[in-house]
């Protein structure tokens, strides 16, 4: 898994430039953004937990080109084109638990035109790895018991109601289509599924 997060990190570092502004959906603490920041101008990163937020401008306190907003990935208080790159990864498309063609159609509209915007999921091949992590998360209590039942390739659910799909390159080509966004589909260390966008 430490691979699987760690690769995805690298595929959206390589493509910020050193003057970009970076938008990261769903920032949590920041253990993303901390990999961002010392390769762009300004990145700012959104959640809606609080307490996430709180820990995260602690722990990168010393990074002055970093910032942390509460903020609704659908509803988000930027203007239009306003960002380089926008980062949805490590399968928020999913998490976030919102419509995904909202979630890309915002997305795309603070994307300046030509900049990126990438969204990733999990490769079919990554499934036996991704069900043992949820069964090691479900073991240490910090996901509910998996529903053995409804949990299907591609498709984790657990008894406390929590529930991870998984977008396929057919589906994620489907959502820029939609938006009107150029897109295309790579394959990251067998585990990653990235659909890099560009806004019209």
């Not at 919102?98 to 990126?116: F, H, I, N, Q």
């Not at 897109?183 to 585990?191: L, Q, W």
Request: charge should be positive; include cysteine; glycine fraction near 8%.
């Amino acid at each position: 898994m430490r691979r699987y997060l760690d690769a995805e990190v690298a595929f959206v570092r390589e493509r910020v430039r050193p003057g970009d502004r970076v938008l990261e959906l769903g920032c949590g603490y920041g253990r993303v953004l901390a990999k961002f920041a010392p390769a762009a101008r300004v990145v700012v990163g959104v959640d809606t937990s609080l307490a996430s937020l709180a820990s995260g401008r602690r722990e990168l306190a010393a990074a002055a080109n970093v910032r942390w907003l509460a903020m609704d990935a659908l509803r988000l208080g930027f203007r239009p084109r306003a960002f380089d790159v926008v980062a949805c990864i490590q399968n928020g498309i999913s998490a976030f638990h919102v419509p995904w063609g909202e979630l890309v159609a915002e997305a795309l509209r603070v994307t300046k035109a030509g900049g990126r915007t990438l969204f990733s999921s999990y490769t079919a091949a990554f499934w036996p790895e991704r069900l043992a992590w949820f069964e090691a998360q479900a073991a240490a209590a910090l996901v509910g018991e998996l529903d053995r039942e409804r949990t299907r390739p591609g498709f984790i659910v657990c008894k406390d109601g929590f529930t991870g799909a998984t977008a396929s390159a057919d589906e994620f080509l489907a959502l820029a289509a939609a938006a009107g966004a150029a897109a295309r589909v790579v394959e990251v260390n067998g585990s990653s599924l990235f659909c890099e966008m560009t806004p019209a």
